[in-house]
């Protein structure tokens, strides 16, 4: 099945995992916004990503509870214990474009967050939608050339672990939704303007009528 690619805004809601790829944008902030600007590599122009899978095999994965519900009194970056509807029925694998410095996302196209967040998941079962075989992704960036060929199942160094799910005989599609138009110069500084604002300001852009 195809990889399809839509951008994260209002115009595409009718289009297969619109929900999830917000949901995913919130729990990403929530994720790398934590540890943003701590000199641990995710500064603001580190691209992310999450990966919807099957929570059962991947318990250990702290995402597969809902992370993020701010409270306003709390200090900033401050992720409380999630009191909005409890655990997800998906979990969440997690990708960042300086990830691929821990060999997550090796070769020659290292360095971008949908393949460390997939390579990180390593094959184990994707999320797929009610009454469909639709999986969900949400990278920051648009996938750049090359990668959409390594989502493709086409090289790049080490393979897509979903190449025999996604490609070829795959049943499942891939829907990979993105925000900000990669490599354009405006879609990262975009990004970048983004990732310097509060936590609380991000998921209001998100939860707001432009996304």
């Known amino acids: 099945m195809p990889i399809v690619m839509n951008q994260l805004i209002p115009a595409n809601a009718g289009q297969p995992g619109y929900a999830v790829a917000k949901e995913l944008a919130r729990q990403t902030i929530a994720q790398f916004g934590a540890v943003r600007w701590l000199g641990v590599g995710i500064a603001g122009g580190s691209c992310c990503a999450a990966l919807a899978v099957n929570p059962n095999p991947v318990a250990g994965f702290p995402a597969s509870q809902a992370l993020m519900n701010f409270v306003p009194a709390a200090p900033p970056g401050t992720i409380a214990t999630p009191n909005y509807g409890g655990a997800l029925p998906y979990g ?13 996302a090796l070769g020659p196209l290292g360095g971008h967050a949908e393949r460390a967040a997939l ?3 390593g094959g184990i079962a994707l999320y797929t939608l009610p009454g469909g075989n639709n999986a969900v992704l949400f990278v920051e960036l648009t996938p750049c050339v090359p990668c959409q060929n390594w989502l493709n ?19 499942t599609t891939l829907n990979v939704w993105w925000r900000w138009v990669y490599p354009d110069d405006g879609g990262v500084a ?19 009528p432009t996304w």
Request: hydrophobic share 50%; no cysteine; net charge neutral.
């Open 92 to 104: 969440i694998v997690y990708g960042n474009s300086q990830l691929a410095a821990g060999g997550l």
């Open 119 to 121: 390579t990180a998941a």
């Open 153 to 171: 199942g086409a090289g790049g160094g080490v393979a897509n672990p979903y190449n025999g799910v996604i490609n070829g005989a795959g049943v």
């Open 190 to 208: 975009a990004m970048n303007a983004f990732h310097a604002l509060g936590l609380a300001a991000q998921l209001a852009q998100v939860n707001g």
